[in-house]
Structures are given as C-alpha cells and as structure tokens.
C-alpha cells in the first residue's frame, strides 16, 4: 500500500487457473493482503489439468505461452505439451505463493451483492464476505456435447476430450472422433498412430497452417537458465511474429491475410495428393473465419491406410456405432467428442446477482456483454476475466490476461484511494464499447461465412476486431468518465477510442 489512507479490500478469486494465479500475485505486488482464492477442483491449472487428452498442447509458441515476469528455460517443446504447460503453472504457484493460498474443491454457488459488499456461497456450505469479486472462470471450460439422436445408447466407451477416460486403451481398436477443430486435430495426429481403426466424422473442414514443432535441447535450455532477459527477447520476437502473421491477417484482412491465404492453401495442396480426399478437405470460407489449426501432422494422420474421413454426416448414434446419412453404419469400440465448449457461459451456472438484484441470466438475455470485457454494468466491484470479446485473434490467452489484469488492478487502485465509491461500468459506456467492436468486425474475417465458437447467438463475433497493440493502448488506463459516480467529481472525458487509436 502507498500510505496508511488506501484501503485495503477484501478480494475473492474464483478460479486458480492460468488467470487466477496471475490475478493473485498481482493482487499481493499491490499490496492487498486479503485475499481468497476458491478452486473447484483439487490442483491448480484450469484448462491444462483438465485437458490430458493425446497430444494436448498449446498451438501459440512456449517462449510466446508464459507470464511476462516469468519465462520458462525448461520448455521442452516450441508448442508445449500438456504437461509441461500444467507443471509451469503449478511451479508458478507454489513459487510465489498462490497455492497456500487456494482452497480446493470449494466452488461458488451463490454471489450476491448487497450495499457494497458481495456475500459468497460455497459448495462447502461455507460463506464470505467480501469487498471485490474476480471471476477468473476461463472461456473454454464447459464441455459441449453433440445434440445427436441416440448419442446415449452407444454402448462402448465414449468421452469428450475435455473429460479423457484413460482407462481406456486405444490401441488396436475401432475409433471415432466426432469434431475436427483445434483439439481434434492434435488428437487424431497421435491416437491414428496406434488405434486399428479411425474414422473421423467432420462436419465442417478446417484451415491448417503447418508450423513445424521442434525439440529443444539441454544446451539450448540451460542458455536460457537465469537468463530473464534473453527469455524476454524471445517471448516478444515470437509475440511479433504471430501479431504480424495470425492477428493482422484475421482483424484487418489486406495483404496479410492474402498471404496467410496463400499459404494453408498450398500446404493443403502439397500435403494431399488425392484429389477427392484434397476436395474433402477443402473448406469454403475465409481462411481464419474459425480459429485457424496450427498443426504439421494432421493431413499426415487422415492419409495413414487406418484412418478413414467420413463426410457424408451423422444422422444418429446407435449402439454399436455411428450411422451416417445415406445408412452407412460405422461400427466402433471408442466414440470420442471432441466436439469443442460453451464459451458463452463463462461464469455460470454460478447464481451471480447484482445490485438492485440484476441476476446475470437477466442482465445477459438479450447479448451477452460487457464493457470492455471485464466489467458488467449492475454488478459493481465484479470483474470477470477473459469476459466478452476478449479474444484476440490466435493470440495467446496469457499475454491477454495480463493487460486485463493490469486494467483491474487500476480499478481497484482508484476505490483505494477513494476516487471510485464503488467500480461500475455505465450501461451507457458498455453499449457504446460494443457499438465500437461492432464497428470493427466487417474486416475481419470472422464474418467469412462460416459457424464457430467465435460467434454469439445472434451470429455475431465477440472477439476484438482491432489490432493488439491498440488494445493495449485503450487498456493501459481506465477511462473513469465510463464508471458509475456515487459522489460526483469533476472528471475530463478522454477522446473517443477511435479518433484516439
Ligand atoms: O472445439 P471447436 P475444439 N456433429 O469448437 C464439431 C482452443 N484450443 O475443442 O466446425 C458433428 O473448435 C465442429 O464442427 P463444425 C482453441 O481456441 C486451443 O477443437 O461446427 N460435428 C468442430 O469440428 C480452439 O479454437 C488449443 O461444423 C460437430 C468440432 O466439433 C478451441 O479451444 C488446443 C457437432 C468442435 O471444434 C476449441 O477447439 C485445442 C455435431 N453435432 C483447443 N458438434 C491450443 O493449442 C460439434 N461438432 C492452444
């Protein structure tokens, strides 16, 4: 704390994944001493404890795939696997003191905000009272199953990616997968490898761009042991690299998306040969209009002689396999759904009730929104991370947190020192926010013609359509002429955001 006039809040994290680590060692630099974190489950992680399917890692380079304040020297892999990526955020953790600080299998099942304060509910039965509340719930955590006619009376094994069974043994057997985006991809690059069968059932074809992985050696992470500074440097050149190739390409079209075009397309073309199966193959929208796949082994693994690309659509699930349209029956041991999340549920179906007793479900029933992302007009001294639009295009989920984890702390920062009575964004200001991210979607190329998990009920993106370094630059301070004044102060509006970018 500056001085002994700042308050020092009571804050409760929900959530000890990637963001709630970072949330609660930024809380403890800004001097707030009085802080909860609740975990449901039993480790620290989020979506890396929860995914441990085959071949789980992380398309955005390691070195790009860490916290700025902290490289990693012990990368095994330019695109980290699972595990590596699960053991760096337990050794954050346990390093800078989150995780005696996290009580586990405790989630919350009520939030309700009453005269300024918020009053929790625990799955344990347990309350807390607390001044601010920071949902660090992630997007992709709500697994999605496929609304098939008799998906529940197939009668071998089947699990959603995000829920691998390990128990079962895939070797030599007769497999499914239903889904081929980002995760079905990594999946099926290493379970065709051993399965005696693998039929992949693709409704839609997706965009890959091939970047190869690579094994780092001792000597090449023992250069960086100790060595902050050399990490850095490699953390930002790789940062460039992907703003200048995905990020650009996707927001603003142009030239580089012409080139990133060029290039799926002739690696579709010189990785498949079969004209039919290349056909198969082929998607027709815009590339980048679902997340773009970065994988060098997936069009490997479809043309392996035990892998089989099954377009012809599923009609419904029986207990012995999948039947696609025109009666084909598919007879299967293991059905796998990797068939992707409810990104738009991200806190709930926790009971988040707001000032004047706004629950969320009401406060989102029309769109889900928020005004710059993290703030949510009704529910005063509540933030919720990675909230709508936060996305950045094929950017790392990391790098995004830490901008919205600085904004929160300001926030913060301005009720300490009495400046705020209490932080909440203006239903004025968050419609304005999202006329301004409507404004930016026509170029992007999320509006390309396609359906994904980028889009919202009414078919909209909720991603952010501008470049990465003008988010960083609206973020970098609160705008306070957009926070609800109990008592008012003289305050001076900043420019509109776009004449200012
Ligand atoms: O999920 P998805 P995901 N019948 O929603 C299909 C992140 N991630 O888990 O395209 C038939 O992309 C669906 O078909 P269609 C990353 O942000 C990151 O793969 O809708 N098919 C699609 O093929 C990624 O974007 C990493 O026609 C059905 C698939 O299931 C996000 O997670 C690694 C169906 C779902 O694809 C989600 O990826 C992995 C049905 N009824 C994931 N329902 C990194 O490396 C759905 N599908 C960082």
């Known amino acids: 704390m500056r001085n002994s006039s700042v308050k020092n809040p009571s804050v409760v994290v929900i959530g000890a994944g990637m963001t709630g680590i970072l949330i609660a ?17 039993d480790k620290v992680g989020g979506t890396w404890r929860e995914n441990t399917y085959p071949g789980v890692a992380c398309d955005i380079p390691a070195h790009m795939y860490t916290y700025a304040f902290q490289g990693n020297p012990e990368w095994r892999h330019r695109f980290a696997h699972g595990d590596e990526i699960q053991a760096y955020f337990e050794k954050i953790s346990a390093d800078y003191g989150v995780t005696s600080q996290v009580r586990f299998n405790e989630s919350v099942d009520a939030c309700h905000y009453r005269d300024g304060k918020w009053y929790l509910t625990t799955s344990r039965g347990n309350d807390l009272v607390a001044d601010f509340v920071i949902a660090a719930t992630g997007i992709l955590h709500h697994p999605a199953y496929p609304d098939i006619p008799g998906l529940d009376s197939f009668a071998g094994a089947m699990f959603h990616t995000a829920r691998w069974d390990h128990a079962v043994d895939l070797r030599g057997k007769r497999v499914g997968i239903i889904g081929t985006g980002s995760t079905a991809a990594q999946v099926i690059s290493e379970i065709s490898k051993t399965a005696g069968s693998l039929t992949i059932f693709q409704r839609t074809p997706q965009w890959i761009l091939d ?21 850095d440097k490699l953390r930002k050149r790789y940062a460039w690299l992907i703003r200048n190739t995905f990020t650009e390409a996707v927001s603003a079209g142009g030239w580089r998306h012409a080139l ?11 990785s498949v040969k079969d004209p039919a199966l290349r056909a198969k193959l082929t998607p027709d929208y ?3 209009c679902k997340r773009l796949i970065v994988s060098s082994t997936f069009y490997q693994a479809v043309q392996r002689p035990n892998v089989r690309l099954e377009t012809a659509g599923i009609e419904r699930i029986s207990e012995q396999g999948v039947i696609t349209r025109g009666g084909t029956r598919h007879e299967l041991d293991v059905l796998i759904l990797a068939t992707g999340f409810h ?5 709930r179906p926790m009971d988040l ?20 992302s993290v703030c949510l007009p009704g529910f005063p001294n509540f933030f919720l991370m990675l909230g709508p639009n936060s996305p950045v295009g094929n950017y790392s989920v990391i790098a995004m947190s830490e901008v919205q984890g600085d904004y929160v702390l300001k926030l913060i920062d301005r009720w300490r020192t009495g400046q705020l009575q209490s932080v909440e964004a203006t239903e ?8 301004y991210l409507k404004q930016g979607m026509g170029t992007t190329a999320w509006v390309g013609g396609c359906q994904s998990w980028y889009l919202d009920a009414d078919g909209e993106p909720a991603l952010w359509p501008y470049s990465w ?20 102060v003289e305050i001076e509006p900043r420019q509109p955001a776009e004449k200012a970018a």
């Not at 930024?26 to 489950?41: F, Y």
């Not at 009730?353 to 929104?369: C, H, N, Y």
């Open 343 to 347: 990104p738009f549920n991200f806190m």
């Open 211 to 231: 970047v190869a992985d690579k094994d780092y050696s001792e000597k090449e992470q023992a250069r960086l042991r100790g060595n902050q500074g050399l990490m």
């Open 469 to 488: 370094n003008r988010w960083v630059r609206e973020m970098a301070e609160p705008d306070l002429a957009d926070f609800r004044r109990d008592t008012p």
């Open 353 to 372: 009730t707001g000032r004047d007793g706004l629950s969320i479900d009401t406060a989102w029933s029309r769109k889900v929104q928020a005004y710059r």
């Open 25 to 41: 060692i930024k809380l403890r630099e800004a001097g707030i001493s009085d802080v909860t974190i609740l975990e449901k489950a």
């Open 286 to 288: 815009k590339v980048g």
């Open 260 to 270: 990133l075009s060029w290039r799926v397309k002739r690696y579709l073309r010189r």
């Open 428 to 435: 004025e200001a968050k419609v304005r926010f999202n006329d």
